[in-house]
Structures are given as C-alpha cells and as structure tokens.
C-alpha cells in the first residue's frame, strides 16, 4: 500500500514522472516472477505440468522457470498426496530453499490428506510441518484454479510490507525459516506434527 | 488349451513324490480355482509347472498376500443317532473353528502355450511366530518385488529372498499394515461432528503391541 | 558399447537357462569393465526429487565415475495404501479410487476394474457398452504414448519442446473425456456392466474429427524419434533386455513386445471386443530403448486403427445391464482376477469375496511396479546419463508402483 495521494500520482504521470516506493517496486519485481521447484508429487502434479504447458500458460505470470533445485526456487508447489515416507523430504527441501519462501497447497491430499485419508502412511496435510499460503481445494484442481491460486499468491507478496510491524516474515529475524525435520518411528512419524504450526482447533468430545 | 485342474494336480502328484496338492474350490462365477501346495514341497511344484513342455507355465503374473483371520464355520453335517430305538440320520450343525493363518497366491500364465491362469496357494502354519514360507523367486524373478512387498505388509518371511527386506514402508515402520487387526495411529486432527468409525478411531488411541518374529530385528541392507 | 547385463551369471535350481543374478553383485568384479584408476564408488541417491524422476522415485545408484555399478530402487513415497482403504470400501466406492492409480491412464484403470468385478460376479455387458470402453481405452493409450516420448525426450535435454507437442494433443483427449465423463483426468467413467454416461452422436463425431487428424500429429512427432541423430546415438544398444530375463521377471507390455514376445492380452485374453478388430502387434527385434519408444509410436498408429473400426461399428443400445443392482451390489463367494492390456502393462485386479458389500481382499497388479524388477539388471555398466533415458522408457507411474 502506498502513501502517496493517488491522484498526485497520477497528475505527476500525465506529466512524465513516474513516482513510486521502495516496498511496491520490490514486491513487482518479486510477484512478477516467481520461481517455481519443480516437484510433483502425484496426479496434481500433472495437471501442474498441463499448467504449464502451452494452453494454459503459467509463463505469462513469469512462473514458467521451474528450477531443480531448492537452492534457486521461491515457491514450492506441494502438489499430490504427501505421505509419512516423504514428508521429512519435503521438509528438508524447504529448509534448503532461500528466503523469501513461498508454498502452495495444491489438492484435497495436500491440504489434508484427500481421498486417502484414512492411510496409515498418508499424512494429513502437509501444514503439520511447514507454514502454507496458498490452499487449492479440488481433486484434481483444475489448472485454472492452479492460475487463480498464483495471483492470490502475488496479491498476497503485494501486501508484504517492508518495514514496521507487520512486515514480512522473511526480513524479520525472530521468525524461523527453518523447520524441524520429522524422524521415522515405529509406527508413525516422530513428532506427529509440529505444534508450532500446526494448531487445529480443539473441541470437547462429550461422551 | 489347457488340462483340468484335476488333471494338472494328478500329473504334480505323480511327479514329485510326497507332494501334497489339495484343490481350493471357487464358488464364483469366475470358475477359477486354486491349488493349494504344502510348503515343503512348494519349491519343486513350481519348478515342474514352469518346466513341464505341455504346461510351460513360466509367467508369473501376480504374487498377493492374504491375510485368513480366525473363523468359525458353521457346517450341517449327517450324524446317526439313535431315536426311539432306531439308527436314524439326522441332519446337524455343527461350528468348526479354522484357525487364521496367511497365505500367499501367485497367479501364473504360459507365455509360449498362451494358455492360463493357474493359482497356486502356499499357507502359512499360524499368524504368529510360524509365518514362513518358502520364496518362489528362485523360479520366476517377478516374485521378487513382489514377495518383498507382501512381507512388508504382511510379515511373511520368505526363506531363499535374495534380498528381504522393506519395500513400499521405511525400514524402522514395525507393523505390518495390511493385516486385518492392524490398528492405524491416532493422528487426525480435529473433526467438527465425529460420529461412526471416524469417532471410533478417535477412541482409540495406539497400545503398543507385542512384536512378532523378530521384526525389529529387520535393518537396512546396502 | 554393448554391455549385456548377463555377464555375471549363476546357475539357478538347475534351470535350464543361466538368465539372471540373483546373488548381490560385488562392485569390484565389473563387467568386463576394470577401470584402471583405483578409486572408491560414489554413492549418489537420485531423487526422490529430482528434475527427471517420473515422480516420487528414488535410486541409489553406486558409481564408478560414470558407470553405474549398482542400483537399488526405494519407493514407497507415494504409497497410499490403497489395498487397505478398498477393503473398508464397497466396491463401486473404490471406482474412484482406481482413478488415481496411474493417474495418466485413468479411462483404462477403470475398466480392469469393471472387468475383474464383472468376472467376479458373472455380470454381462451390453454391446454399445462394449464399444465405448473400447474407444476410451484407445484414445487414453493415444494420449498417454505421447505423454510418454514427450516426457522422455525432455528428460534427455530437449527441455520441454516435445512434450509441449504431446500435451497439445492430450489436451484435445482430454477435452473429450471431460465433455463425457466431467472431468479431465479422472474420470470414474466405467460400472460394473457397462458405462456411467452415454456418448451423443455429437461426441462421437468430434471424437473421429481428433482421430482422423492425429495421424498428421503422428507424422510429424515420429519424425523427432526416427530421424533424430541424438536421440538413436543414446538409445540405440542401451538397456538391452532379453527375452528370457522379461518373461520371467513379468514384464509386460511393450516393453515385453520390445524383446519380441508377442504377448498382448488384447489378443490372447480377447476381452471386451477385441475380437472384432482388426490390428496388428509390433515387435521389437534387439529389445533396447530405441525399440521401446517404437513399439509406443507403432502402437498408436494401431490404436488409430482400432478407433476408426469402432466409430464404424457401434450399435446403439443400452449402456449399462438393466438387471444388476448398483447400489446394494454384493457379489458371491469367491474370487476372481481380471486383467487388461493397459498403456504401461498388464493391469489386474484380484478381488476376494466373502459375499459382503466391502471385498475381503483387493490387490491391484501393478505394470509399472514389476517392470521395475529388473531396472537394475538395465542400467549395470551403463553411465548416469543412460539410466534416465532407461528409467524413461521402462514408463513407470508412481501412483500405480506404490498404490
């Protein structure tokens, strides 16, 4: 959000002065190309891949650069069911990709386990360990959805402010950007979940 | 195209000696029966349907684990009695307990005859320390993913896997999911209304279990 | 370079052909490839991220500078325990499930599906039925050989241009699927005893408009494939695989016709109505990655065929038997496994029934999971580089290897 009068701004314009603040220009040149990691989990995964093919064009929001590795990417994209088996993987990989991080959700299994949720190696989500922004609901999401769920996530970088209170959790040096990597235990992951993020509400069960 | 199973069980039989064949009979409509082999022998009976020129069954399509809980069956059965002075046959029910026990079924095809399927069975002896069977990968290589994964979901031990260990679980998993009294743990998150098996599950929470066979005794192989 | 993988070999229970190892291989007695410089093997994991996995895939592969020298196959992340959830499902509640097992193909998991069901519990299905489930199987093996030479010909450097090829063409088929069965992927198309949803004259004709231009589409891709210096230099005598060593591992597929074993379950099972077209079965003749990416370039040119006989010939009719019941559906004791020559392989299902409306035991036969058996029998001897054009051709699902 900027400070400065919208009409001034567009006065100064007409006249040949472009005006702006340090927080727009750095977060258009941050929304306007994303660099996906190239990770696929499953079915969605392939829609991912129609995404980014060439009817549904992820390249005009810049996002078409899908990088290997975590050490070069800004977003990773979760998409497919995530399991027990895989999960200290993901989160190994988040912990390697650079500030600022981004992810996206993207399926009923990523969101919560889907389809198969009643799988002992099916993790309920993959919000049990890393922070997400972005949730795309559909079984699976079409890739139009997968397109609406980009711009909610560069309206959501547009928002990030700089400086002050809230800012952005990437410059603020108090909020982690590393997760604690689960371990395998003999009959489930070790820890379930992480309970810093992960805090879904409780309810009383009246028996 | 192919002989019988009757006929196919008599040739096996007059093969090798001592081995016990017994017919699994299907009641479906899909007419597809089994034959059940004795461990002992299971190795051979393999090596005789794969070799046989007239059988030539050397296509192994599927190997699948089954897991046969404790059952009790209820049978009418003739039974003489005597009534009134008189031997009379009555008609009687009568409940057999089978105990459970797993089992292992390999369906096989012939790729030269292009005839198929037949189904062999191997059973284990009891669902707990007694869960061995003898490994057909020796015979046809496709056992060998196969039976790997039916001893990770099930448990049983093939003697003679060149390789055994964990396929599809990670190695420190000490369950064997697929078993119909395995018990999944308590890691659902909150639900608003839960009622029926999810409000059961939630009841539950993970006892731990004693362990069967050795099974943490499975580690890592390079 | 010809490497055979069947350098090192034991004699086996006295079989009658020494085709395979079975024993772990020592990294140091190479394959009549002693590299002269003494140096430890490198342990390398690849995946299970990796830019040319096809999914969730892990190798541990030990290497000798280049040379592959072992290589283990891990999967199981993606195992969503499928088996387990079909037996506390009835049975048309798992149709959707069999949707996401080889997520590409899902028009032809449905029907190894109906297939095993119907056999299980007697069910005939009638002719127009018939037809149509013969139309989508085609049409999903059309789209998914593309999807396959495009995905392996970017994993080998071609950086995504053919396989942007290949999804413009998928994208028509799916854009079919999705106008009859209302979804682009899975569709949850077939019942047991015939189709959900019947094909208007409508469908039909703009399905025979896309086939009758797919050959053109044909023609120019096969063109990447056959007159492709590149490509032929890295496929060509790379992977080879044996007869004997396919048939006894249960490859199947075309990477079984690759070796030439003329074994399509198509024609020998003969189910659906197979019977009733005519096709022909390409063979492989040196059973190598070359002759595995033709058999998917032959074999589309069949499937047009098959499609263009089968616009021809459907009937009108019922779609689906009148007199079973859907909703309360309990077969009979027994059991029964039914199988389809799906794109990837054989496809099967083995149900068990105790005459419940959930089957006792579910099994699906995976193609992709036991044509891995003898990845590592591939890839000995051969470079890091040919292990992904190997691991591209032998057309492995993730959904389908870990279910």
Not at chain 3, 218 to 237: H, M, P, S, Y
Not at chain 3, 317 to 341: D, H, L, Q, S, T
Request: hydrophobic share 35%; with cysteine.
């Amino acid at each position: 959000m900027s400070d400065i009068d919208e009409g001034l701004r567009s006065e100064l314009q007409r006249q040949g002065i472009w005006v702006t603040s340090m927080q727009e220009l750095y977060n258009w040149g941050r929304k306007n190309s994303i660099w996906p990691l190239q990770f696929g989990l499953a079915c969605c995964a392939i829609e991912m891949i129609a995404t980014a093919a060439s009817r549904y064009d992820i390249a005009r929001f810049g996002g078409e650069v899908f990088r290997p590795s975590p050490r070069q990417a800004d977003l990773m994209i979760v998409a497919g069911t995530v399991t027990k088996k895989m999960a200290p993987q993901i989160v190994r990989l988040y912990n390697q990709m650079p500030d600022p991080k981004y992810v996206i959700s993207m399926g009923a299994c990523a969101i919560s386990g889907g389809p198969f949720k009643q799988g002992y190696n099916v993790l309920k989500g993959i919000d049990r360990y890393i922070p997400v922004d972005v949730y795309i609901p559909g079984c699976p999401p079409r890739p139009e959805a997968l397109l609406h769920a980009f711009m909610e996530l560069q309206r959501k970088i547009d928002e990030q402010k700089l400086t002050g209170a809230g800012k952005a959790e990437h410059l603020d040096p108090d909020q982690p950007s590393e997760f604690p990597v689960p371990a395998f235990g003999g009959h489930d992951l070790e820890p379930a979940a992480n309970a810093d993020i992960f805090r879904p509400m409780k309810m009383e069960r009246n028996q | 195209m192919m002989e019988s199973l009757e006929q196919i069980k008599s040739q096996i039989e007059s093969a090798i000696l001592g081995a016990k064949i017994d017919i699994v009979p299907n009641a479906g409509p899909s007419q597809q029966s089994s034959l059940l082999i004795d461990n002992g022998h299971a190795r051979k009976v393999a090596k005789f349907l794969r070799d046989h020129p007239a059988l030539r069954f050397d296509f192994c399509t599927n190997a699948t684990g089954v897991d046969w809980l404790e059952r009790v069956v209820t049978k009418k059965v003739k039974v003489k009695k005597i009534v009134e002075g008189t031997e009379k046959e009555e008609e009687e029910t009568q409940q057999e307990k089978i105990p459970g026990y797993l089992e292992a079924v390999y369906h096989l095809y012939s790729i030269e005859h292009k005839h198929g399927p037949i189904i062999i069975r191997l059973r284990t002896d009891d669902r707990g320390e007694g869960t061995r069977l003898p490994s057909l990968t020796p015979i046809w290589r496709s056992a060998e993913f196969q039976e790997r994964e039916i001893f990770d979901l099930y448990g049983i031990r093939f003697e003679g896997h060149p390789d055994l260990r964990r396929i599809l679980m990670w190695d420190e998993f000490k369950d064997y999911p697929m078993r119909k009294d395995y018990r999944e743990p308590d890691d659902y998150e909150y639900e608003p209304t839960p009622h029926d098996d999810v409000l059961e599950k939630a009841k539950q929470h993970y006892a731990p279990r004693p362990q069967l066979d050795g099974a943490e005794n499975i580690t890592a192989q390079p | 370079m010809t490497v055979s993988s069947q350098a090192e070999r034991s004699t086996v229970e006295g079989s009658r052909d020494e085709t395979f190892k079975l024993t772990p291989r020592d990294p140091s007695t190479a394959l009549g490839m002693t590299s002269k410089l003494e140096g430890e093997l490198m342990e390398v994991s690849m995946g299970p991220q990796h830019p040319s996995t096809h999914g969730v895939f892990r190798m541990n592969v030990s290497l000798d500078g280049e040379i592959v020298r072992k290589l283990k196959p891990v999967f199981g992340y993606l195992h969503r325990n499928h088996e387990k959830i079909g037996e506390n499902t009835s049975y048309l509640g798992s149709m959707p499930y069999t949707d996401r097992l080889d997520y590409f193909c899902s028009m032809t998991n449905n029907w190894a599906y109906a297939l095993s069901v119907e056999k299980l519990a007697g069910i005939e299905v009638p002719e127009r039925a018939e037809y149509l489930r013969v139309i989508l199987a085609e049409l999903t093996r059309l789209q998914n050989h593309a999807s396959l030479l495009g995905f392996l010909l970017s994993d080998m450097g071609a950086w995504g241009t053919p396989l942007m090829y290949a999804f413009r063409e998928r994208e028509k088929i799916l854009d079919l699927f999705e106008s009859l069965s209302g979804s682009r992927m899975m569709c949850d198309y077939m019942r047991f005893g015939g189709c959900r949803v019947d094909a208007s004259a409508g469908w039909l004709a703009g399905a025979k408009k896309i086939v009758d231009a797919f050959p053109k589409f044909l023609d120019e891709f096969e063109k990447l494939i056959v007159e492709n210096e590149i490509l032929i230099a890295r496929t060509q005598e790379v992977g080879k695989l044996s007869a004997d060593l396919a048939i006894s591992a249960g490859i199947t597929g075309p990477m079984l016709r690759a070796c030439g074993v003329n074994y399509d379950i198509r024609k020998v099972d003969g189910y659906g109505f197979y019977p009733r077209f005519k096709f022909r079965i390409p063979l492989g003749e040196h059973g190598d990655t070359y002759d595995r990416l033709m058999m998917r370039a032959l074999e589309m040119r069949e499937s047009i065929a098959i499609l263009k006989q089968a616009f021809a010939q459907i009937p009108a009719g019922p779609i689906v038997n009148p007199k079973i019941k859907i909703r309360a559906f309990k077969p009979p004791v027994g059991e029964a496994y039914g199988r389809i020559e799906a794109p990837k392989g054989e496809l099967g299902f083995y149900l068990i029934s105790d005459g419940s409306s959930n089957p006792y035991r579910y099994r699906v036969r995976p193609p992709s999971f036991i044509n891995l058996t003898i990845l590592e029998d591939l890839c000995l001897g051969h470079t890091v580089a040919d292990v992904m054009v190997i691991l591209g051709s032998v057309d492995i699902v993730m959904g389908e290897v870990d279910r």
